[in-house]
């Protein structure tokens, strides 16, 4: 009756297991902008206004954009897109919208990584670092890989800065957040632009939008790499490469500061009433992005193993992700780096004090890395010995749900 009871325990605690794993694309969205322009002493003042829209690009696609009234749109060399409006306002406002049809969908073609360049870059007030942080730079950087180098400074800021919501909206600068090691996405930009900078390694701050319960504004980092261009970086979700295809990218810059709307009223510079941005998701996917994942398991030392397989001839970054039940082994988030057509065995030791002689457990374990997922369920019978025999989880599985479902009825009856 004892081990029913284990059991019982085990099945409940797979049905209470939850694995985050939003999707990598394509996605089809549309974006939503209004903005409201008022003249407080003039009701027939002349406007002139540039809104910032939306971003076109390697990872963002723009299929088309509708405005109301009829305005200008115009597009600079990194494909930011701005609305235009010039007129005389009725009734001292008026009300601009524009909408925008996207394709995100996050993939890179990297096939060489070469060694760091250091380039001469003048930092912002917000992203200028100091010699603690270009000590913990260099400590992290491997001069002979551009792309190991940027893996190792983003990682190292996803795990070593907590996230903190009561910094939100404050303007926190890079050298702060080194010593303090908390606040939001801005804060992690700030810091990990910094770091990159400090060895010479170019990037550009990304204003945008992400989906987590629910859609909100976001900050991220491209960095640029000789020979192949500007890279999506995510320190705050640990991300690089591919990104989730919730992230929307609505304008570059410096730093958190350095993108703006503009409204000018008979020559007098004003302030816009912005209105929440609106998206729309028309649909989203799911792709590995080449990249495949299988779980096993070796039963003598209670090890739980990890293939990843990039299929692809391409460098490949990827945000590894590993549960186990409570207790039984300890969640695990990284970013890896796989090479062109490689693979990557991960091992993640299980507590076997949790194991007790003469009993049989049920064990649940997942993984995913960019999309690519394995769920997999261990049925593994220990001796009273203390060794542990993994049997073919499917047929015990099976039996031990249908010996749960007896022991319920059993019970209710």
Known sequence: MKNLFLYALVAILILSLSFANGGYGPATMTVEKKWLLVCPTNPTCTAEFEGILITNGSNQRVVSIETEPEMEITSDDDGEIHVIYKGKLRNGSILLAANATIVVDYRSYISEDPPLVRESITPTVLTEWNEEIAKKAAELADEKSTLGTIRNETAWVHKNIEYDISYFEKKVDAKTVF???????????????????SLG???????????????????????????????????????????????????????????????????ELLNINSIPLRITVISIENEPKGLSIDVSFENRTYTVITEIKNERPYYEYGRYQFIAPDGYGDEVSELLLIEPNGKIQLQHRLNSSMFSPGYMYTLPIMASINGANDRKTFVVVVEENGSSLNEDCAPLFFLSAILLVAIIRFTVE
């Open 179 to 197: 010593v303090e090691r908390r606040g939001v996405c801005t804060a992690y930009a700030h810091l990990l632009i910094s770091m990159l900078n």
């Open 201 to 267: 390694i170019r990037t550009r701050y990304v204003n945008g939008y992400v989906m987590t319960k629910e859609w909100q504004p976001h900050a991220w980092v491209e960095g640029y790499i000789p020979g192949y261009g500007w890279l999506p970086l995510d320190p705050t979700f640990g991300e690089a490469g591919v990104l989730e295809s919730s992230h929307i990218i609505v304008s570059y810059g410096s730093d958190q500061i350095s993108d703006y709307d503009r409204f000018v009223a008979d020559d």
